[in-house]
């Protein structure tokens, strides 16, 4: 079965650069669409974008000027980096796997992994 | 942006007791809903798809209804497995928006 599995630095100092892979394994990223989504320590949860095996991408408006979601498929990996971060940005980093086997939702989700923006 | 409201934010409830939850769309959303529980320190979990329809390998206790901006969640019987935060989720419009979560507690 298909499990996911992030990956990246867990202290991000204010302004630079948050960037994570998500490892998918059990399955090709060559189907469906992979997302990221993140939650506040003691809150909701945010959609950040996904993008689709292709290339073909879409972000959370909010967070769109600063996003960059990329997948490559040789390594079966989907990437996510965050520019300019700051304290509002710490949170823990979910990949998921959307519009699997039910066209909207996300059906397979990575453990997550926790980012905090601290200098 | 689709504003999804759940309520209670909260709730406490006795093993074996029917627990409901409701979601709140900001505008029609025909039956693109979905249901997820997150317990503590876990990534959340997919229950209920498309309103209505039970996600594989997921307890026939749980059980989703509704069509439109007015959704329920309901667990039939409250087990202590089932301590948890629940979150609804629609896919109608870009950007995908969650509700803010209602936890569930034993009393």
């Known amino acids: 079965h298909v499990q996911l599995q992030e990956s990246g630095p867990g202290l991000v100092k204010p302004s630079e650069t948050l960037s994570l892979t998500c490892t998918v394994s059990?399955?090709?990223?060559?189907?469906?669409?992979w997302s990221w989504i993140r939650q506040p320590p003691g809150k909701g949860l945010e959609w950040i974008g996904y993008?689709?095996?292709?290339?073909?991408?879409n972000y959370n408006p909010s967070l769109q000027s600063r996003v960059t979601i990329s997948a490559d498929t040789s390594k079966n990996q989907v990437s996510l980096k965050l520019r300019s971060v700051t304290a509002a940005d710490t949170a823990v980093y979910y990949c998921?796997?959307?519009?699997?086997?039910?066209?909207?939702?996300?059906?397979?989700w990575g453990q997550g992994t926790v980012v905090t923006v601290a200098s | 942006d689709i504003q999804m409201t759940q309520s209670p934010s909260s709730l406490s409830a006795s093993v074996g007791d029917r627990v409901t939850i409701t979601c709140q769309a900001s505008?029609?959303?025909?039956?693109?809903l979905n249901w997820y529980q997150q317990k503590p320190g876990k990534a959340p979990k997919l229950l209920i798809y498309d309103a209505s329809n039970l996600e594989a390998g997921v307890t026939s206790r749980f059980s989703g209804s509704g069509s439109g901006t007015d959704f329920i969640f309901t667990i039939s019987s409250l087990q202590p497995e089932d301590i948890a935060t629940y979150f609804c989720q629609q896919y109608d419009n870009l950007p995908l928006t969650f509700g803010g979560g209602t936890k569930v507690e034993i009393k």
């Open positions: 993008i689709l095996y292709s290339g073909s991408t």
């Open positions: 059990g399955g090709s990223i060559s189907s469906y669409y």
């Open positions: 505008q029609d959303i025909s039956d693109y």
């Open positions: 998921a796997r959307y519009g699997g086997h039910s066209e909207g939702a996300f059906d397979v």
